[in-house]
T-cell receptor
Framework: SQQGEEDPQALSIQEGENATMNCSYKTSINNLQWYRQNSGRGLVHLILIRSNEREKHSGRLRVTLDTSKKSSSLLITASRAADTASYFCANAGGTSYGKLTFGQGTILTVHP | SQTIHQWPATLVQPVGSPLSLECTVEGTSNPNLYWYRQAAGRGLQLLFYSVGIGQISSEVPQNLSASRPQDRQFILSSKKLLLSDSGFYLC?????????????FGPGTRLTVL
C-alpha cells in the first residue's frame, strides 16, 4: 500500500520562482529520499536525508525533514523550464533490502 | 559504472496472453532488485523484490510473478494478462551501504493490455 502523500499534487510556476513540495509519511524512517521522473521515463535519485538530519542541500535543491511531524519538504530555487517533471518522496524504513515506499508525487510545471 | 536495462520499451498485448519483461543490471554484484508498477499519474507500487538469486518476495497478491535466474537478471511474468495489468513497469536495483540504499531505475516498459 502507498504511504506518504505529497502536496500539492500539481504545481505550476514561472521560471525563476522557487518551488516547494511537501511530503508526509506514516511509519518510522531510516532515511527519506526524493526522486524525479520526467514524463514516461524512469526515476532519478535527487537527494537523501537521514533520519538524524534536519536539512540538506544539493545545488539548487534544499530538503528539510521534521521527524516529529513526519514530514519533509523539497525546495527547488530559481526554477528552470527543465525542472518540469514529477517529484516523489520515498520513505526508507530501514529494512535490510532497501525497500522504499513512494508517495503519489507532485507534478511540477515550470513555464518559460 | 553501473547500468540497468529493461526491454521492451513498449508492449501491446491482448488479454489472456503471456508476458515476460526482462531487466538486467551491469557493473555491480549481488544487488537488491525490484519491480514496480506505476498507473497513469500515480505513484509507484512495489510488486516484487529480490535480495539474491532465486529469492523473490511479493508485496501484493496479483496476476504476476517474478524470477531471478541470475545475479543481475530479474524477470517479470504472467501466464494470462488482464486488462488491469496495463501500466508502466519499472525495474530498479540498489546496494545497501552504511545502512542506506538509494535505488537506480531502468527506463521502464509501458504495457498496454487490450
Amino acid at each position: 500500500s502507498q504511504q506518504g502523500e505529497e502536496d500539492p499534487q500539481a504545481l505550476s510556476i514561472q521560471e525563476g520562482e522557487n518551488a516547494t513540495m511537501n511530503c508526509s509519511y506514516k511509519t518510522s524512517i531510516n532515511n527519506l529520499q526524493w526522486y524525479r521522473q520526467n514524463s514516461g521515463r524512469g526515476l532519478v535519485h535527487l537527494i537523501l536525508i537521514r533520519s538524524n538530519e534536519r536539512e540538506k542541500h544539493s545545488g539548487r535543491l534544499r530538503v528539510t525533514l521534521d521527524t516529529s511531524k513526519k514530514s519533509s519538504s523539497l525546495l527547488i530555487t530559481a526554477s528552470r523550464a527543465a525542472d518540469t517533471a514529477s517529484y516523489f518522496c520515498a520513505n526508507a524504513g530501514g529494512t535490510s533490502y532497501g525497500k522504499l515506499t513512494f508517495g503519489q508525487g507532485t507534478i511540477l510545471t515550470v513555464h518559460p | 559504472s553501473q547500468t540497468i536495462h529493461q526491454w521492451p520499451a513498449t508492449l501491446v498485448q491482448p488479454v489472456g496472453s503471456p508476458l515476460s519483461l526482462e531487466c538486467t543490471v551491469e557493473g555491480t554484484s549481488n544487488p537488491n532488485l525490484y519491480w514496480y508498477r506505476q498507473a497513469a499519474g500515480r505513484g509507484l507500487q512495489l510488486l516484487f523484490y529480490s535480495v539474491g538469486i532465486g529469492q523473490i518476495s511479493s508485496e501484493v497478491p496479483q496476476n504476476l510473478s517474478a524470477s531471478r535466474p541470475q545475479d543481475r537478471q530479474f524477470i517479470l511474468s504472467s501466464k494470462k494478462l488482464l486488462l488491469s495489468d496495463s501500466g508502466f513497469y519499472l525495474c530498479a536495483w540498489s546496494v545497501t551501504r552504511a545502512g542506506v540504499a538509494e535505488q537506480f531505475f531502468g527506463p521502464g516498459t509501458r504495457l498496454t493490455v487490450l
